[in-house]
């Protein structure tokens, strides 16, 4: 429902010139709230959403206080720090890794210069010391694949316990089909299991990756492969109960930044259906984000160059 237009509006004549005034911007806290002027606030920022135009008060106020007063922002940006980490540390530390090539370059390089070998010989040292190098190379690549990997997983399972006891989780114990029975009971109708949800299959697939590089077991290989054929490279069925499953599973940077992009649509709908969040929303209804559009406005004004405190 649209404002009445009888509404007395906020006199802002005294506010004009103050720029360094939340009020100058239509942003008032009162009672330790948010109380937003939209009509004001509109001249400076593009509203998050015009649906907050709409509304029997005189001010807009959000629907929380904080950021993570959201549950689905909790998981959404874990999965963005655990991209970061990915990024600045440990691809950086591949990066850094001394491929087949290199080591090929450095033993012809330091064969020629010992004068001890001819041009030729020296080529075919450095192709010997590539064709050595690949196999180690691989491996090592390939174990920190599935070394962040299980960290993230490990990340993401301890959130999602930490979220449950949040919610009135008692058990001291935890299991996928422990967090699926629990937002079962906390959906209000309509109560589905994980296996309905319609992305429920990124978090099933990343779950069963992460349990076959825990076990290394038939039993869990047997599960991946028969629900997601992809993840697995063994054309001729040889691998055996306590086998490395580094040997045969399909685990590379791509599949861990395809995880890390895509995990939240499963935990965007279990926020949804189990919590009652609205997960677009959540992305800036709640206090903290209108305070924090405002000030950095404001600093933008009062400290162009962007100056420490101290200075």
């Not at 490990?154 to 009135?168: D, F, K, T, W, Y």
């Not at 306590?242 to 399909?250: C, E, F, M, N, Q």
């Amino acid at each position: 429902m649209k404002k009445s237009s009888k509404t007395i509006r906020k006199d802002y004549t005294k506010l004009e010139n103050e720029y360094d005034n939340r009020g100058h911007y239509g942003l008032f806290i009162k009672s330790g709230r948010v109380k937003l002027d939209t009509k004001r606030y509109k001249k400076f920022f593009k509203l998050p959403d015009n649906k907050i135009e709409h509304r029997k008060s005189v001010y807009y106020t959000p629907s929380r206080i904080r950021k993570y007063d959201y549950l689905s922002n909790i998981f959404s940006d874990k999965l963005l720090q655990l991209k970061r980490l990915w990024i600045n540390e440990f691809s950086k530390a591949i990066d850094i890794i001394k491929t087949p090539k290199q080591v090929e370059e450095d033993v012809r390089t330091v064969n020629l210069m010992d004068g001890v070998l001819d041009y030729d010989e020296a080529n075919m040292s450095g192709m010997l010391a590539n064709i050595r190098r690949q196999k180690p190379y691989k491996f090592v690549i390939k174990s920190i694949y599935a070394q962040f990997f299980q960290q993230m997983m490990a990340e993401i399972n301890a959130l999602s316990l930490r979220v449950m006891v949040s919610q009135g989780y008692k058990s001291e114990d935890f299991s996928k089909k422990a967090f699926d029975i629990f937002i079962q009971g906390k959906q209000k109708s309509n109560q589905i299991q994980f296996p309905d949800f319609d992305n429920y299959y990124i978090f099933d697939r990343a779950y069963l990756v992460w349990n076959f590089l825990k076990h290394n077991s038939l039993r869990s290989y047997d599960e991946l492969k028969r629900k997601y054929p992809e993840m697995i490279y063994d054309p001729n069925n040889n691998y055996k109960n306590g086998d490395l499953a580094l040997t045969v599973l399909k685990i590379d940077e791509r599949y861990i930044l395809d995880c890390l992009d895509n995990l939240h649509k499963f935990f965007d709908e279990v926020c949804e259906r189990g919590f009652d969040e609205n997960v677009k929303d959540a992305k800036w209804d709640y206090d903290d984000y209108f305070i924090e559009q405002v000030d950095l406005e404001i600093e933008g004004i009062t400290n162009p160059l962007g100056l420490p405190a101290w200075v």
